[in-house]
């Protein structure tokens, strides 16, 4: 039963595909597959259309897609290492428009160097197109568009240590800035860091810096009460009507 549990998720998926390429207007047997493969060290996700399957794999197999031109982007995490500390930023390895001929499965590979071309071509009718290692999402879901991660719990901690030792402001602000180079953080992650500064002028300026490397802009207000002083959130809040 074990070992047949796959097999059972696999036909599940299957089947839902095939509503939906019987909903399209393009003949079923006309759907393409496609196949990317990675044969580096790292997972990668995969967005379509600007639909993006969160999932990391390092083999994706996706199914009953219509014939035709696709965007196709390709991502993965690396580290980042910053002197005092080390996080992870995504990496687009792959952005392009890509054709799909039809009746075919087209396979992709991401060589050891995270470079991505097309492989083959092979018409899907002798083509076995059932592993149960790969990814095999319903292609016809709500969209989840791609977007940037933020920092990590375990990097976080790191970046807080590491300013946490830091004797003056002035370089405490300088480290903090410095990791926004290259890292996303959250609402929440800006909060805490600004609980160590110990003046306001470093906690605006890192308040403003912080604000264009958030993911969820929308919470920026939980930071409000980290300033002792109304004038600078007035100040913050024409920051960033000005950016916006």
């Known amino acids: 039963m074990k070992n047949s549990l796959p097999k059972i998720i696999c036909a599940l998926i299957m089947n839902a595909q ?18 990317i493969k990675s044969y580096g060290a790292g997972y990668f996700t995969v967005s379509i259309d600007r639909q993006y399957f969160q999932n990391p794999v ?41 054709y799909l001929k039809p009746a075919s499965l087209i396979q992709g590979i991401i060589d050891e160097h995270g470079r991505f071309y097309i492989d083959d071509i092979d018409p899907l009718t002798h083509y076995e197109y059932y592993h149960d290692e790969y990814y095999q999402p319903d292609y016809h879901q709500q969209p989840v568009y ?20 830091q004797w003056f402001d ?56 980290e300033f002792w002083f109304s004038s600078s959130v007035d100040d913050l809040n024409d920051y960033i009507s000005s950016y916006r």
């Not at 095939?18 to 196949?35: P, Q, R, V």
């Not at 982007?73 to 890509?98: C, D, N």
């Not at 600004?194 to 002028?201: A, H, I, P, R, T």
């Not at 604000?211 to 919470?219: A, E, I, L, R």
């Open 170 to 225: 002035d370089t405490r602000l300088d480290v903090a800035i410095q990791a926004l180079q290259n890292s996303w953080l959250t609402s929440a992650q800006v909060k805490e860091i600004l609980q160590l500064f110990w003046f306001e002028d470093s906690k605006l300026s890192f308040a403003k810096a912080a604000y264009k490397k958030v993911v969820d802009p929308q919470s920026y207000f939980v930071i409000y009460k």
């Open 146 to 165: 791609a977007k940037p991660y933020a920092m990590n719990d375990r990097a976080f901690l790191q970046l807080v240590n590491v300013l946490e030792d």
């Open 18 to 35: 095939s509503l939906f390429a019987y909903a399209s207007g393009t003949d079923y047997k006309d759907f393409s597959s496609l196949e």
């Open 58 to 98: 390092k083999n994706f197999l996706l199914s009953n897609i219509e014939p035709g031109d696709h965007k196709i982007e390709i991502f993965t995490e690396r580290a980042v290492h910053h002197g005092y500390y080390t996080s992870t930023q995504q990496v687009k390895l792959f952005s392009g428009i890509i």
